[in-house]
C-alpha cells in the first residue's frame, strides 16, 4: 500500500464530494483513465476493507476521487480533513478502451471516471476526446463538476428525473435520440438500471457499447473471486483486472442483480 496526504475533501454537490490527496509524481505517472484506487478509510478495524474509487482528475502531485457518500466507509471518508494520511493501492483495473467516434453516457456518480479522461484526451495522443457527454443526476443538486466539466469545450448535455436542470427525464432518452441521428460508439458509467438500458439501445441501433461496472471487490488483485462479473455462455471475468469496463454484448446483463 501507498500512503496519500489529504489535501482537501469538500462538499460538491448533495451527498458528493471532492477528495484531493498529494501523491509521489513517480507514482501518479502510472494512472490512466478508467483505473481506480482501493482506499484504506481509517486506521481503525471498521470499515476493515478498502473501498474502490475511480480516479476522477489528476492535478500536480494530487488525485482527484470523487465519491458519494452510501454507507459508512464513504460517510467516514467525508469526516477526513486536509492533512490526514490515508493508505491505498493502485492504480487497479484495466484503463478505458481507446475510442474513437464516441459519446458518454453517466449516470449519478458514474460522472466520476470521466473526468481524467478528457484531461488525458485533450491533446489526442493516447485517449480521444468523446464528441458529446450526456450526464443525469436525479435533481440539479445532485450534478457534480459542471464547469469542470466544460472546460475541455465538449459539449455537456444534462439531464435531471425531475427537470430541475436541463432535459426532464432519463439520460438514456438523450442518448437515444442522439444514436437515432448518429449512431456510434457508447462509453457509459452509472446504476445499473442505465447500464441495461444502454446495452438495450447499443443494441437496438448496432453501436459498439461499453460498460464501466460496479461489484462489491474484496482483494483487488485476482485471488478472492469476490468481484466477478457473469458474461454470456456461463463465462465469467474478475471486475479488478479484467474490467472495470466491458463490452456489453458479452456481458450476461440479465443475471446482474
Ligand atoms: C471499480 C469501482 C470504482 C468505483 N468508483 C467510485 C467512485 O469513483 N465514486 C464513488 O462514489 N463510488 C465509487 N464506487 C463505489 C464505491 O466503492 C462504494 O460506494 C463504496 O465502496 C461504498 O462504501 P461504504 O462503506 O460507504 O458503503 P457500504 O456500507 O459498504 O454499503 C452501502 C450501500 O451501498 C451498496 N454498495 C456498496 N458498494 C457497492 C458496489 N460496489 N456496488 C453496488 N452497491 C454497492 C451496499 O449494498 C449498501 O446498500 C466504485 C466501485 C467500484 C467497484
Ligand atoms: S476483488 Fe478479489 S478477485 Fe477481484
Known sequence: ??????????????????????????????????????????????????????????EENIVYILYQIVGKGTKSLSKLRKGEVLEFLGPLGKPFPKLKNYIICAGGIGIAGFGFLLQKSANKRNFYPPETIFYGARTKEELARLSFLKRFGIPVKISTDDGSKGYRGFVTDMVEEELKQTPRTVLACGPKSMLKRVAEIGKKYKVKTYLVMETFLACGTGFCMGCVIPLKRGKYAHLCIDGPTFLAEEIALESLS
Not at 462538499?11 to 502510472?30: D, Q, R, T
Not at 478508467?34 to 474509487?53: A, E, S
Request: no cysteine.
Open 1 to 58: 500500500m501507498y500512503e496519500g496526504k489529504i489535501v482537501f475533501n469538500k462538499k460538491e454537490a448533495k451527498n458528493i464530494y471532492l477528495l484531493g490527496i498529494e501523491i509521489p509524481k513517480n507514482i501518479l505517472k502510472k494512472f490512466q483513465p478508467g483505473q481506480f484506487l482501493k482506499i484504506k478509510i481509517n486506521q481503525r478495524m471498521d470499515p476493515l476493507i478498502p473501498r474502490p474509487f475511480t480516479i476522477h482528475a489528476i
